[in-house]
């Protein structure tokens, strides 16, 4: 009974970082009808900002603002750079150039950080609190918790409440009429790179400490669960990625902790391959497809 | 860069020497056309003539091989994005609704790009819904309402940004008397505020109500303009739309 207490409430620390990540790549879905493979190579590049910005500074908090602010510019260099370079009337080139770049990002951080892992200090403890006898959530695991809850409340406010993020759904569904709606749109795709990267980077800054380090390869796994997270969810939707990234996070969580670490991946993988035979356009897809 | 204040008597539409061509086919040839402030005029005429292409080529959605469109007397903006600035709206015969957004919501888009106050921006956007006789629906998903409410809530967002030129494609379609009656209203009512109005339309009884002036184009060539009662008895209408010996001989087919 403790450890299922201690395995769920750690499970949905993890699942609140991976619903952030998935978050990001349902944004950059929704605004470049994109699926960004380069999205963990490009958050950890953020990561390593925040890293040399925590190492130069000693503030943690200034390392988060750095990761956000990376993530953004990083998200508008690729969107208005490489990605204008190939047609977008399909998804294919996109996706090939973000694999493209999958590859010279984490070469690029190798040859210049080297391929160790750098151990990432957390700014709070890891240690679980107890409640009576049984341990649960960590401080940290609190804050990664509260901050995530926090972004996507935000970014619900941003896109459902907000003039910018009606513009934002609007280009997202209807960029031909959105345009004769005076909606900027190429303004607005970009708006959604920056707003994913950013996310994608705060997720990554916040799953480091709980890993074995810093390294360009850190967040793969958290990319191949994310996906796996927004594919289940229903790539155009939010609430989604955020209900079947708590769900993923509890089970990799469960599956750890009373079968092994090695199954966890197969744990995900079967509940993908279930989810995508029962309902091939995830569990919370919308009906209707995006017009011109 | 100033731009210069446009002649005072400039009309608000001008289309000149409009020439459009999709590979070899000519889809407008020497189109020559002009709306006034104020003034309501139906383009009208068969299927394929070049209506929407007309439409099409004011919004920049198509580039004219030749001749210009100017808005209140200055070049129509290069981008379409640059409409709204100008001042003209554009309903959209397949409508063009954001299905996943409320009522409201679709009618607040084309003012999300505008300066101004969020809260002045809703109270317009449910203005123009009232006066539409769509308030209650505000709350509603856009996908969920019957057409003729859907058509409303397309022509509210055109209205929404009170444009001094508007482009209504098919206003009347599919919709029954009384909603026709209604739509009459309001274009009479917009029209008596200022607005150009240039609207495509099929359904003749519509447009010999609501037109000032009537322009009819048959394969991309303007046979007739004038006001509806002379264009109606023009035998070269009546050819355009009834003539199908005429048509086949013209063409040259079987």
């Known amino acids: ?292 | 860069m100033t731009p210069t204040p446009p002649p005072e008597a400039a009309p608000r539409l001008e289309v000149s020497g409009l020439e459009v061509a999709f590979g070899g086919l000519k889809a407008l040839d020497e189109v020559s056309f002009e709306v006034g402030d104020g003034e309501t005029v139906a383009l009208i005429g068969p299927n394929g003539a070049g209506k929407t292409t007309v439409f099409n080529a004011v919004c920049a959605l198509v580039q004219p091989r030749r001749g210009a469109v100017r808005i209140g007397g200055r070049p129509a903006p290069a981008a379409t994005t640059g409409l709204a600035a100008a001042g003209v709206s554009r309903t959209l015969q397949g409508l063009g609704l954001f299905d996943r957004m409320t009522v409201l919501e679709n009618v607040m888009v084309p003012l999300s790009s505008l300066r101004g106050r969020a809260a002045d921006k809703a109270a317009k956007a449910r203005a123009v819904l009232s006066e539409l006789d769509l308030a209650s629906l505000a709350a509603h998903p856009a996908a969920t309402l019957p057409y003729p409410e859907r058509k409303r809530v397309a022509l509210a967002r055109a209205l929404v940004t009170d444009p001094k030129l508007l482009l209504l494609d098919e206003p009347a379609g599919g919709l029954g008397a009384a909603d026709i009656e209604a739509l009459a209203a309001t274009v009479r009512a917009v029209a008596a505020g200022g607005c150009a109005v240039l609207l495509v339309e099929h359904h003749v009884d519509f447009v010999m109500d609501v037109a000032d002036r009537v322009v009819v184009l048959d394969f991309g060539k303007v046979i007739a303009a004038g006001e509806p009662d002379a264009v109606r008895d023009d035998p070269a209408v009546e050819a355009a739309y009834l003539g199908l010996e005429a048509r086949t001989d013209r063409e040259g087919v079987q």
């Not at chain 1, 990625?241 to 769900?247: D, E, K, R, V």
Request: aromatic letters at 6%; glycine letters at 10%; zero cysteines.
């Open chain 1, 1 to 292: 009974m403790d450890r299922l207490v201690f395995l769920l409430s750690t499970g949905l620390a993890r699942g609140a970082v991976l619903a952030l990540f998935a978050l990001s790549l349902v944004i950059v879905w929704r605004a470049a009808r994109v699926i960004n493979f380069a999205q963990a190579a490009m958050a950890i590049v953020a990561v390593y900002v925040a890293f040399a910005l925590t190492a130069a500074s000693g503030s943690y908090w200034l390392g988060l603002a750095g990761a956000l602010a990376a993530g953004a510019v990083l998200g508008a260099l690729v969107e208005r750079g490489p990605l204008k370079l190939v047609p977008r009337d399909t998804p294919l080139p996109g996706m090939i150039v973000a694999i493209g770049l999958v590859m010279v990002l984490q070469s690029g951080l190798a040859i210049a950080f080297g391929p160790d892992h750098r151990p990432v200090r957390a700014p709070f403890s890891q240690r679980p609190f107890l409640l009576g006898d049984i341990p649960v959530l960590s401080a940290y695991a609190l804050f990664v918790l509260l901050l995530a809850g926090g972004v996507m409340a935000v970014l619900a406010l941003l896109f459902g409440r907000t003039s910018l993020g009606l513009q934002l759904r609007a280009a997202a569904f209807a960029p031909e009429t959105s345009r004769l709606l005076g909606v900027r749109v190429p303004r607005m795709v970009t708006a959604g790179w920056m707003l994913s990267v950013a996310t994608a980077a705060l997720a990554a800054l916040l799953l480091v400490p709980t890993e074995l380090g810093l390294n360009p390869h850190a967040a793969d796994l958290l990319f191949v669960n994310a996906f796996a997270v927004a594919v289940v969810g229903g790539l155009d939707s939010p609430l989604g990625a955020l209900i079947a990234g708590l769900a993923v996070g509890v089970l990799v969580s469960l599956v750890t902790g009373y079968v092994s670490a090695a199954a966890a991946p197969l744990a995900v993988l079967g509940l993908l391959t279930a989810v995508l035979l029962v309902r091939p356009g995830g569990l919370f897809a919308a009906k209707e497809a995006r017009s011109a």
